[in-house]
């Protein structure tokens, strides 16, 4: 667990080592470092080289050797709050200039506008894209045609799909094609009644976007999903209107 976190401030697990060498030793030269972390002497030196850079190690000349000192552990902290300003500029930055930028490049339609998703982890993008793209919206709100045979594959691979929709304030209206399906918080239900079996399909419509899933093979669920005002435009009239008749 504690390497994923320094993994977060961009150092190894020998990286560490060394740093906590040097903290047990006091000011060392590269080869008794080296002996004390279990790392060779050329890695420790290039590391120390590394830790030096970003601050957390420093060195005194002795003659023609260095001794290199560890900072005290409260460096780590300030690296990573560093590191966080950092990213936090780059995301504003994505989001007011270089995103907007990128989207001019693109042609009105494309075959870009048009992706294709497969598998448990194709359907979970999917998910998450639905509860990102809304979560953005002025109304938090899309909606769903969902027949029964798609609805025990279709939040397998997303199981808290329905928590973090419901944390992130985002409601659903859904017409459900045939029997089965329950209502959660912050979810609207309609029944449309059929004779006979129907095919497993599930339709989200979250402008401009339109998802369509289904399933390739008994238990393979596949995704397209249509970047198009038009086309997610036109189903959501036609889901507004059936909406109206139920």
Known sequence: MDDEIFAQLGLEPRDIAIYKALLALGPSSIRTIAERAG??????????????????VTYLPK???RFFSAREPEVLLQLGEERQQRLAIALNQLKGRIIPEMHHLKPDFSAANVQFFEG??????????????????????YSVFSSKPIRRHLYRPFPTFTAQRIARDIRVRVIAIGDGGESAE?????????????????????????????????????????????????????FDTLWGLL
Do not use: F, H, M
């Open 63 to 65: 003659g023609q050797r």
């Open 120 to 141: 448990d982890a194709g359907i979970e993008q999917v998910l998450r894209d639905i509860l990102n793209r809304v979560s953005e919206q002025p109304q938090k709100v």
């Open 186 to 238: 912050l979810s609207e239900r309609k029944w449309i009644r059929t004779d006979g079996p129907v095919d497993a399909a599930y339709i989200a419509i979250y402008p401009p976007r339109c998802a369509i899933i289904s399933l390739a093979s008994d238990n393979y669920p596949t995704a397209v999903v249509i970047d198009s005002k038009e086309v997610s435009t036109a189903q959501q009239i036609i």
């Open 39 to 56: 790392v060779n002497r050329g890695t420790t030196y290039e590391c120390l080289k590394a830790l030096q850079q970003q601050g957390i």
